[in-house]
């Protein structure tokens, strides 16, 4: 089997007869991606020195550094703000203390008090030294979903103004059964962005909430809770976000305290979670309930960087291609117990830091490309996709030409593949690209198995969509890897153990990986960019994309082909 992944990378070069009409353009030259190098990135940015690269830190300087060396040792160019190597991302800070708690009343009974990091989880993006609020009314708003298109508002008018909106995770389709399809708006168990946490927050706050609680559960969610507190009560907001108008709260209620809340209130979470997927759902005041709480804030105002470097366009060098990964991780901390811990972030993500290294060097020991190729390790990903979504708000290129984003957010360490995953399938034409290529390298393209994690909103890419960008992201968490040694069950192993390190301090480098199939998915993408770059192809989106009509905004501000 081994002899004929060799042969099938061998013929990369016939690429360009294989149907593919981004690929069809360019005779390709394969390039390999060095894991032992990729593991040597992974292993310096996950060291003690770089403290787990949260935001605001020495290790955030440290790593800044070390990305603009690599960089320049590559043999980049500056990309970033003034002819520099970065770009500035103004950020607010907010930690809560710990030993926070939340004390709700249900009419005249006893206050029930609901301690942080226990059955609460409370952060805030006000830059404010306390947040104070007393007697606020709570509200059921099921899923807190307003979608004209599809013809869904959970709100129906309600006034959220001086309350708590109370929101379930995911989205309406999350709990339909295989043969239902009354109620299918949303994907079925596909994620769409109204599942997640972020979208909950923005609507909570354009409605005029002073609060906003997501209710956890696991599978909806996707992690357990100690993946919620993870960050322990710090948040991190874009400058502009601590206005008068966001939430003074926000943050999740624990399933089982949910449910126990509801019970005292003289509800029954689970049947109003069951009506909530349906389109008539109305929201419930939870009769004589109130929040009341009181918690001083740490707040700092911070200036924090995107990295990006450039190979520019020798005929059209105001087209770009962008590969990007996120450099931050979640920082040192405590754990349960008081003790002292460092969330390295290894993997997730320095990982896709790594494979963006090898590319940027494939591309810079080729030929000159006709496009630019941006290369770009963003800030504050873990927070809320800050870096990205702050340079979509002050790009340094023209987005309207940008042709492509790629987007690298946790690779697996467990070899080769006889797989690969779409994140978001029938999106567009980059994914069919990508398809083309992995045959090529001997492997079958899959959907990704679990949708309803919603990996095509939790990362990077989707500040790049939302303005119309075609985006292709490789997230080695959509399914399990059918891996040559072992098949899928060392396949299903590696991603369950990875899990049980996500956002954790073990997700720490280690010298049994092997990186030959992270190398593997590096060089898919090399080859799908490279396509590109050498080609006046335009990838687009496919009908029913909700990004589809964005980008044909736009469309008439790129050059003829």
């Not at 117990?337 to 990982?351: L, N, P, Q, T, V």
Request: with cysteine; hydrophobic share 40%; glycine share 10%.
């Amino acid at each position: 089997m081994r002899s004929a992944r060799i042969s099938a990378t061998a013929i990369l070069s016939m690429l360009g007869l294989l149907g593919s009409s981004a690929l069809a353009a360019d005779p390709l030259v394969y390039a390999p991606m060095d894991p032992v190098r990729m593991s040597e990135v992974i292993k310096t940015l996950a060291s003690d020195p770089f403290e787990g690269r949260a935001p605001g830190t020495i290790g955030a300087i440290k790593t800044v550094n070390y990305l603009v060396a690599q960089f320049q040792a590559i043999g980049l160019q500056p990309a970033g703000e003034n002819g520099g190597w970065t770009q500035e991302v103004p950020m607010v800070h907010t930690k809560i203390a710990p030993e926070s708690v939340v004390q709700f009343r249900v009419g005249q009974s006893e206050p029930v008090i609901y301690r942080q990091l226990q059955e609460i989880y409370l952060t805030t993006n006000m830059p404010s030294s306390q947040i104070k609020i007393t007697d606020a009314p709570l509200v059921f708003v099921g899923y807190g979903v307003d979608a004209p298109a599809r013809d869904w508002d959970d709100f129906k008018g309600v006034d959220l103004k001086g309350k708590i909106a109370v929101i379930l995770i995911n989205d309406p389709d999350f709990r339909a059964k295989p043969d239902e399809a009354v109620f299918d708006r949303f994907g079925g168990r596909t994620m769409t962005y109204y599942g997640r946490w972020t979208y909950k927050f923005e609507e909570a706050a354009r409605r005029g909430a002073i609060g906003a609680l997501v209710v956890h559960d696991t599978e909806a969610a996707s992690y357990p809770w100690s993946t919620v507190t993870a960050p322990g009560g710090e948040n991190f907001a874009l400058e502009k976000q601590g206005a008068p108008d966001s939430l003074l709260l926000q943050g999740w209620i624990e399933g089982k305290a949910a449910h126990e809340l509801f019970a005292r209130a003289g509800l029954d979470l689970d049947a109003l979670s069951e009506a909530a997927r349906r389109p008539d759902f109305r929201p419930v005041i939870l009769p004589s309930a109130s929040l009341t709480t009181s918690f001083d804030v740490a707040t700092t105002h911070l200036q924090s960087r995107n990295v990006l470097a450039k190979l520019p366009g020798t005929t059209h060098p105001d087209e770009t291609i962008m590969y990007g990964a996120h450099w931050d991780a979640f920082g040192k901390g405590k754990g349960p117990h008081g003790e002292a811990m460092i969330r390295r972030g290894a993997i997730d993500d320095a990982s896709g830091v790594a494979a963006v290294f090898e590319i940027a060097r494939a591309f810079k020991e080729g030929p000159a490309p006709e496009r630019t190729i941006v290369f770009a390790a963003w800030t504050a990903e873990e927070r809320g996709l800050l870096g990205s979504t702050y340079y979509v708000e002050h790009p340094l290129v023209s987005l309207e030409k940008t042709v492509a984003n790629f987007t690298i957010d946790v690779l697996q360490m467990g070899g080769l593949s006889h797989n690969a995953f779409i994140v978001g399938a029938g999106q567009n034409s980059l994914q069919d690209d990508f398809s083309t290529i992995a045959s090529s390298q001997g492997r079958v393209t899959q959907n990704e198995v679990l949708p309803e994690r919603g990996a095509f909103y939790r990362a990077d890419h989707l500040p790049f969509a939302r303005a119309g960008v075609p985006v292709l992201p490789i997230m080695d968490l959509a399914g399990y890897p059918d891996l040559l040694k072992g098949g899928v069950p060392a396949g299903r192993k590696w991603l369950e153990g990875y899990m049980a390190c996500y956002h954790q301090p073990c997700d720490a480098w280690n010298a049994s990986w092997d990186l030959s199939g992270a190398a593997e998915d590096a060089a898919a993408l090399y080859e799908v960019g490279r396509s590109l770059a050498f080609s006046r192809m335009w990838p687009s989106w496919k009908q029913g994309s909700e990004f589809k009509a964005i980008r044909d905004r736009t469309e008439a501000q790129r050059p003829a082909l």
